[in-house]
């Protein structure tokens, strides 16, 4: 299996953004729809907390800012597919708020479900950095999936962690040699 999230940007202007209270107080939900998001939220549950923006767009208030390498921050939100490799077909969709973070619960989420409606879990499962925290490598051990993930590397990172150049692959077996010469798993 292969994750990834594309990231969608919205249709909300940085100007149109007003603080939270206010927009709460303006805006106006007919009966029919309010009754109807209330149902929505007691079927969603409560899921993950995720960070109140100050201000929220009047066109598009679930959006969330993204900034990725040296672009501006944008207003959208996360596309996340989950795809079987064999077959090259997607297996799992799920949109989420425009939070890094959302990607990996987003993966576990669809993986879960995948689970549960197919009767199996993956053998693997490729993904882009991302994904390689420790909270998602772990989920992923703990069921036995093979993590194909590069780990993310911080500009915090211990000192001691070596880069890919010093592991030493070994083709006939088919696996890594760590610098000390071992195999790794």
Same mark, same amino acid.
């Given at each position: 299996?292969? =994750?990834?999230?594309?990231?969608?940007? #919205?249709?909300? @202007?940085?100007? %149109?953004?007003?603080? &939270?209270?206010?927009?709460?107080?303006?805006?106006?939900?007919?009966?029919?729809?309010?009754?109807?998001?209330?149902?929505?939220?007691?079927?969603?549950?409560?899921?993950?907390?995720?960070?109140?923006?100050?201000?929220?767009?009047?066109?598009?208030?679930?959006?969330?800012?993204?900034?990725?390498?040296?672009?501006?921050?944008?207003?959208?939100?996360?596309?996340?597919?989950?795809?079987?490799?064999?077959?090259?077909?997607? =297996?799992?969709?799920?949109?989420?708020? #425009?939070?890094? @973070?959302?990607? %990996?619960?987003?993966? &576990?989420?669809?993986?879960?479900?995948?689970?549960?409606?197919?009767?199996?879990?993956?053998?693997?499962?490729?993904?882009?950095?991302?994904?390689?925290?420790?909270?998602?490598?772990?989920?992923?051990?703990?069921?036995?999936?093979?993590?194909?993930?590069?780990?993310?590397?911080?500009?915090?990172?211990?000192?001691?962690?070596?880069?890919?150049?010093?592991?030493?692959?070994?083709?006939?077996?088919?696996?890594?040699?760590?610098?000390?010469?071992?195999?790794?798993?």
């Amino acid at each position: 299996m292969s =994750v990834d999230g594309s990231f969608i940007m #919205a249709n909300a @202007s940085h100007h %149109s953004r007003i603080p &939270r209270e206010p927009f709460t107080e303006a805006a106006h939900v007919n009966y029919g729809a309010r009754k109807y998001l209330e149902e929505l939220e007691q079927e969603n549950g409560d899921g993950e907390p995720l960070h109140q923006q100050d201000k929220v767009s009047t066109t598009d208030p679930d959006s969330t800012y993204l900034t990725k390498g040296n672009r501006a921050a944008e207003l959208g939100y996360f596309d996340n597919y989950l795809i079987d490799n064999e077959s090259c077909v997607i =297996v799992g969709v799920q949109a989420t708020a #425009a939070r890094l @973070s959302q990607e %990996s619960a987003a993966a &576990r989420d669809m993986i879960d479900r995948y689970c549960e409606r197919y009767g199996r879990q993956p053998k693997g499962v490729a993904a882009d950095n991302t994904y390689g925290n420790g909270e998602m490598l772990q989920w992923l051990d703990e069921r036995g999936i093979t993590p194909y993930i590069r780990v993310k590397e911080g500009p915090n990172s211990p000192p001691d962690l070596y880069g890919i150049e010093k592991f030493t692959y070994v083709p006939e077996e088919n696996c890594y040699l760590c610098p000390a010469g071992k195999p790794l798993n």
